[in-house]
């Protein structure tokens, strides 16, 4: 099952992607809602949803509904855009040196822990948005990276039930200036700045449970600019896995859910530019794309 976040006109509504339909889940919700949950009638995003225990069996339930009653053409919207699957994360929190080649091309040593920093909420955007490349900057580059979508709150998370904790995976373009993080990198200082420009984290386009992806560790992943193939790994490869991931992240500070994580990038980091359009590619979950434009002052 692979809901998102959408957009027709001024409305918002939770889409359900079927059958290469866009099905508004808002408007399914409603109507089953009124017949057999006490849940909101009126919701527009994933973000409504959060509080919901079993949120996938809940959806399954207004998906079986939807069959039963033939809805499907009824629901299904034909012009929409994408917005990124949750909202308003409260934090947007990202694993860096998590593929051994990608440490290696930065120049650093392989870390014995998870390397862990923020990007910042307002650097969101979704499938489709443009990446702003700021005029002073001389290089940027793009990270395709697994995205995971943190279920509920917790803290001094156990290894053996960190995916108690995950609703979902999407992917992370973790968009980068790369100049201005080299700077940062040799003066010592954080390199938040490098990572939260406005655009510089298309998510999405998809949320997919984790019910429906069983092994979130054996996914091949690409980044592709104007076609031809940046980076290309698989999850398989990442250095310290989810669990390990969200149980150090959880001893450091409370995970909230509809929090994002992205899990790291391999190598094979390149320069983009204005006009250019990139993808990023994880495998069962989706194609994130994303045209570069110039800044505009």
Not at 2 to 31: P, Q
Not at 147 to 156: A, H, L, S
Not at 175 to 184: G, H, I, L, P
Request: aromatic fraction near 10%; hydrophobic fraction near 35%.
């Amino acid at each position: 099952m692979k809901i998102a976040n959408c957009k027709a006109g001024e409305r918002n509504f939770v889409g359900l992607f079927y059958e290469d339909k866009m099905l508004n889940l808002s408007k399914a919700i409603h109507i089953y809602s009124s017949i057999y949950e006490k849940t909101p009638k009126n919701v527009d995003k994933i973000d409504d949803l959060l509080y919901i225990d079993d949120l996938r069996e809940y959806l399954s339930k207004v998906f079986d509904f939807i069959l039963e009653h033939n809805f499907i053409y009824t629901l299904t919207e034909e012009k929409f855009k994408y917005l990124p699957p949750i909202l308003k994360p409260q934090k947007i929190l990202a694993l860096g040196r998590n593929y051994s080649e990608h440490a290696k091309e930065l120049g650093h040593k392989i870390p014995k822990e998870p390397v862990f920093f923020s990007k910042a909420p307002s650097s969101l955007i979704g499938h489709e948005d443009k990446i702003v490349y700021p005029s002073f900057l001389t290089r940027v580059d793009p990270e395709v990276e697994l995205g995971v979508i943190i279920k509920k709150r917790g803290k001094y998370i156990k290894e053996e039930d960190a995916f108690d904790y995950v609703l979902g995976y999407t992917i992370v373009n973790d968009v980068t200036a790369r100049d201005m993080q080299a700077e940062d990198f040799q003066n010592t200082n954080p390199w938040f700045r490098s990572k939260s420009f406005d655009t510089f984290c298309p998510v999405g386009p998809y949320l997919v449970f984790k019910e429906d992806l069983k092994e979130p560790h054996n996914l091949n992943m690409e980044l592709r600019v104007n076609g031809e193939i940046r980076q290309k790994n698989n999850t398989k490869n990442m250095l310290f896995k989810i669990p390990q991931i969200i149980s150090y992240i959880s001893k450091h500070l409370t995970l909230e859910a509809g929090d994002i994580i992205a899990t790291g990038t391999p190598s094979g980091i390149a320069p983009i530019n204005p006009g250019d359009v990139v993808e990023c590619l994880v495998e069962k979950v989706g194609v994130l794309r994303n045209k570069v434009v110039e800044e505009k002052l």
